[in-house]
């Protein structure tokens, strides 16, 4: 199943940005997440690097282990595999999951920020799949929150954005604020 399987922790977790049936709830032990900017990219994402931590993501199947549309999706990072805790089984899997490489890993800065739109798209994924428990884990178990955030709600830029209700973005603005996020208008 190794070579058919990867492990969502950012945008992937929401379902509503891809066509991968039957995801399902898993935990990724010894790394987490952290903001990066990359040169092959004009802002920054998420990424992962290992640590001593834990972190929610999904679990998904490449139909027909053709990875050449998800390596295509996820261009800046490298697949690298590994070994996850399913939710609702309690057992091990393994599976891939992408990592920007060091070498081409730097902190986003102002004119690589992280997307407004991304971080709403993350987020509504761990409202709908882990609740707001899970979507408060989000927050604390990623690094790197001092970073410029760029506020394109208006326009949003990140290619994959999904419209939240009043209520998901006021989560996601409170989180923010309790954060040392730079949040800038675009």
Not at 83 to 90: A, I, Q
Not at 113 to 135: H, K, M, R
Not at 161 to 184: C, I, K, N, Y
Request: aromatic share 10%; glycine share 6%; charged share 20%.
């Amino acid at each position: 199943m190794k070579d058919r399987q990867f492990f969502g922790y950012g945008s992937l977790v929401n379902r509503a940005t891809h066509a991968f049936a039957q995801t399902r709830p898993a935990t990724l032990d010894g790394w987490r997440r952290v903001w990066v900017h990359t040169h092959l990219r004009p802002v920054a994402y998420l990424s992962v690097e290992p640590a001593e931590a834990a972190i929610d993501g999904l679990v998904a199947e490449v139909p027909g282990a053709d990875w050449a549309a998800l390596d295509e999706r996820e261009r800046a990072y490298d697949r690298h595999p590994i070994r996850s805790r399913l939710h609702r089984c309690g057992s091990d899997t393994e599976a891939q999951v992408y990592a920007v490489p060091a070498s081409h890993a730097a902190a986003p800065d102002v004119t690589h920020p992280v997307l407004l739109s991304y971080i709403d798209v993350v987020v509504q994924g761990y409202l709908d799949i882990f609740g707001e428990a899970g979507a408060e884990r989000f927050f604390a178990t990623t690094a790197g929150w001092g970073v410029p955030i760029l506020n394109d709600r208006h326009a949003p830029r990140y290619a994959r954005h999904q419209r939240l209700s009043a209520w998901q973005t006021g989560f996601v603005d409170a989180h923010l604020s309790a954060l040392p996020a730079q949040v800038h208008q675009a």
